[in-house]
């Protein structure tokens, strides 16, 4: 019976450990990169102190509205707070007042 030798060649060593790199590359590259990865982390707990920082500001703006809407009730209504919305309203003042325009804070998008 005839046997034949086979030398063996360094591209046959390199192929398990190609195939193992690639692989833990691959699924690395996934777990920093991917839908649920680090650097995915980093972005969602970012937009969430930016998302906090807003609601935080239109807490601000909600709680000086309800201020001024408890003055304008029975009871406690404020003769300066009604001439103020009466004045804003209409967009009219006396002859010998100053009026000064400042924004109301809405956006129009």
């Known amino acids: 019976m005839w046997t034949r030798q086979h030398k063996q060649t360094n591209t046959g060593r390199l192929i398990v ?63 300066d707070m009604l001439d103020e919305q009466a004045r804003n309203a209409l967009n009219m003042s006396h002859a010998d007042e100053l009026t000064i325009m400042r924004p109301s804070g809405r956006r129009i998008n």
């Open 17 to 79: 450990p190609a195939l193992a790199v690639m692989f833990l590359s691959y699924f690395g590259f996934h777990a920093y990169h991917g839908e649920f990865g680090i650097y995915s982390k980093y972005r969602l707990e970012a937009r969430a102190i930016e998302l906090q920082a807003r609601l935080n500001t239109v807490r601000a703006q909600r709680l000086d509205v309800e201020r001024r809407v408890h003055m304008l009730h029975d009871g406690s209504l404020e003769k």
